[in-house]
């Protein structure tokens, strides 16, 4: 199967190049380097690279999974200074997170595209003891690559979604060998185990939990002064994180209908993709809602305005330490899979989610059972649940301290997995 794959990839690539191409253009983020997903380096990279040889090669292949792997890696290079470790992710966001909060023990590029001359060129240029993937980032030639050259091979943070477990199972003739090439699957769950199990037998996988959980908040953040775009200091300041199409919508018309009875109350939308800026701002031009776009408007001088677009990268946290309550997108309106919903829950403060988060099942399940946030399991919801919120300060700091409570009840996973990981070098 691996064969048809080698064979089909370069005209699939042809089509793939467009795509993303366009995100590459759209998308903010570390761009300088990015060639290098072609196996192209600089002269003093790849001397920089030659220094690495033997290293621990970790990838992570967004923002999310980046920050997981730079707090895993911050506490790895603190338990063992004497490693040296290559970080790379696939995206330009991802990118530039990583060369911000990486330790100096670690180097960061771009992951190649799994075209089996790229992968080989880059396997040559790093020579790595141990390759570390997180969460699902399974690509074909990099997995047998690594094989044939008998690096250890490790997934860790691993979860297979009720989605994507029909997708593996269906084509399990290609990912058993696959998953089974693996020296180790570190999951999530006891349901992730038993998916990855349905789909390679043969797979030596062992349950570690979810390293999400370990996630701090950095010592050094700053929050984000909002009131030169509000025009006051005592808002009240709802958080649409992380939304997708649909979600936009249904907030801002709920929000607007809310401004009537609560002066104060204030809306900052942080889309998933900054990019989609554009479209957001027509929405809310529609809906006669005034705000201001962060991507174009440093808050330093304006009219004052009762929403907020931060159409930008990097600034979520700070976003959510102003804030007073937090949806976490990509739950709403149609919206089912979810996002991770310990990042507001780490700061302390009130989340309201929808029901089903087929990504996040596990935490969400977690925080259910703690009563530590809200879930909507219809739209019409929204809005009540929200005036209740705000209507109530008691009420919202008694849940945001469950939700950081909840978190900190189920820590641990990163010090286990790099337990793991050191005994298998």
């Known amino acids: 199967m691996r064969l048809i794959y080698n064979i089909l990839f370069p005209l699939a690539f042809i089509f793939f ?33 030659a220094e690495y040889h033997g290293c621990v090669w970790i990838h ?79 690509w074909p030639n990099m997995i047998a690559v690594a094989r044939q050259k008998a690096v250890r091979t490790v997934l860790v943070n691993a979860r297979m ?16 060998p696959l998953l089974e090439m693996f020296d180790l699957i570190g999951v999530q769950t006891d349901q992730d185990r038993e998916r990855f199990a349905a789909v390679a037998p043969k797979a ?19 929050s984000v002064d909002l009131s030169g775009y509000f025009g006051r200091e005592d808002c009240q300041v709802l ?57 174009q408007d440093d808050g330093t001088n304006g009219e004052a305005v009762t929403c907020l677009l931060a159409d930008t990268t990097g600034e979520m946290l700070k976003l959510m330490m102003v804030s007073d309550v937090v949806i976490m997108g ?7 899979e979810g996002h991770n919903i310990i990042e507001p829950a780490l700061l302390g403060k009130p989340v309201v989610t929808g029901a089903v988060l087929k990504n996040f099942r596990f935490v969400l399940n977690v925080f259910k059972n703690d009563g530590a946030l809200i879930t909507i399991d219809d739209d019409e919801r929204l809005e009540p649940v929200l005036r209740e919120l705000f209507e109530d300060a008691e ?31």
């Not at 060639?35 to 380096?41: D, G, H, L, P, T």
């Not at 979810?210 to 908040?217: R, S």
């Not at 700091?397 to 990981?421: P, Y």
């Open 60 to 138: 992570a292949v967004s923002v999310g999974e980046g920050m997981i792997a730079a707090a895993m890696l911050q506490e790895w290079c603190e338990k063992n200074p004497n490693h040296k470790f290559v970080l790379s992710t696939t995206t330009t966001t991802g990118q530039e997170l990583a060369r911000k909060k990486v330790p100096d023990c670690v180097e960061v590029i771009y992951c190649p595209i799994d075209f089996l001359p790229f992968v080989n060129k880059v396997f040559k240029l790093i020579a790595p003891s141990m390759l570390v993937i997180f969460e699902t980032e399974i």
């Open 239 to 295: 958080l649409a994180a992380s939304t997708h199409p649909g979600e936009e919508q249904l907030i801002a018309e709920v929000f607007k209908r809310m401004s009537a009875d609560f002066p104060a109350l204030k809306l900052v939308i942080v889309p998933r993709h900054a990019e989609r800026g554009s479209e957001i701002a027509g929405i809310l031009k529609q809906l006669n809602i005034d705000f201001r776009r962060r991507s």
């Open 161 to 176: 979604s009720d989605h994507s477990s029909k997708g593996y199972y269906r084509w399990r003739i290609f990912f058993r």
């Open 395 to 425: 009420y919202r700091k008694a849940l945001g301290e469950k939700a950081r409570q909840a978190v900190d009840a189920h820590r641990g996973a990163t010090s286990r997995t790099i337990k793991t990981l050191e005994e298998m070098l």
């Open 17 to 49: 190049i467009p795509g993303m191409l366009y995100k590459l253009i759209r998308r903010s983020g570390y761009k300088k380097t990015f060639m290098e997903r072609f196996a192209i380096f600089s002269t003093a990279k790849k001397k920089i690279m």
């Open 330 to 336: 990509k739950s709403l309106a149609g919206q089912n």
């Open 204 to 222: 030596n996988i062992k349950v570690m939990s979810n390293m999400k959980f370990d996630q701090q908040v950095p010592e050094n953040i700053e």
